[in-house]
């Protein structure tokens, strides 16, 4: 069963760099893409973006390019950095897998594994 | 981007009831639709993929329905651990996106 594992600071100074890491366990990096997805207060669940063991990215257009995403092979992690970050960022980050696996095939897009999620509040 | 309505917003029903939530795409989705459960301080929990398929260990109380703009998740016999927070998201377009949620509330 793979688990995910998420760590990072709670608290981010605007205008300052969000940085989380999410380490894989009970399954390889290499075997799926690996999704970022935020709650905010005010917008719900955004999908921020994800990432693949080999770095091919894809992230939401309306985080513009304040997103870096990276992957750690060799110690089964990926990362996330938001950079510039407001009051408006300030939200419960969750990683997840990105493939749904079942007898029936495999579901690009649908996140069966989470992490705990991390509240990350943006204040000075 | 595309759109996800769900409505209502709260849902006030008791235990034994059955729940029927709604998602609402402003384009069509296909069938690339999925719906969520959300306790308070726990991840979210895949319910229903392609719009009709439970995920793994999912009760079949759970049911969805639906293709194109418009999607039922349908809960029979409301369970007192399935008064929560319902997400339906589609992954037909990019960004991939959420609706806002319905609250399912014990009345």
């Not at chain 1, 969000?18 to 970022?36: E, F, P, R």
């Not at chain 1, 693949?52 to 992230?59: A, E, I, L, P, S």
């Not at chain 2, 008791?14 to 719906?35: D, F, H, N």
Request: net charge positive; hydrophobic share 30%.
């Amino acid at each position: 069963q793979v688990q995910l594992q998420q760590s990072g600071p709670g608290l981010v100074k605007p205008s300052e760099t969000l940085s989380l890491t999410c380490a894989v366990s009970g399954g390889s990096i290499n075997s799926d893409y690996w999704s970022w997805i935020r709650q905010t207060p005010g917008k719900g669940l955004e999908w921020i973006g994800y990432i693949h063991y080999t770095g091919t990215t894809k992230h939401n257009p309306s985080l513009k390019s304040r997103v870096t995403m990276s992957v750690d092979t060799s110690k089964n992690l990926f990362s996330l950095k938001l950079t510039s970050v407001t009051a408006a960022d300030t939200a419960v980050y969750y990683c997840a897998s990105t493939t749904y696996y079942d007898a029936s095939g495999s579901y690009f897009g649908c996140h069966q594994h989470w992490g705990q999620g991390t509240l990350v509040t943006v204040s000075s | 981007e595309i759109v996800l309505t769900q409505s209502p917003g709260t849902l006030s029903l008791s235990p034994g009831e059955r729940a029927t939530l709604s998602c609402r795409a402003s384009q069509s989705v296909g069938t690339y639709l999925a719906w969520y459960q959300h306790k308070p301080g726990q991840a979210p929990r895949l319910l229903i993929y392609n719009a009709s398929n439970r995920a793994t260990g999912i009760p079949a109380r759970f049911s969805g329905s639906g293709s194109g703009t418009d999607f039922t998740l349908t809960i029979n016999s409301l369970e007192p651990e399935d008064f929560t927070v319902y997400y339906c998201q589609q992954r037909s377009d990019w960004p991939w996106t959420f609706g806002q949620g319905t609250k399912v509330e014990i009345k």
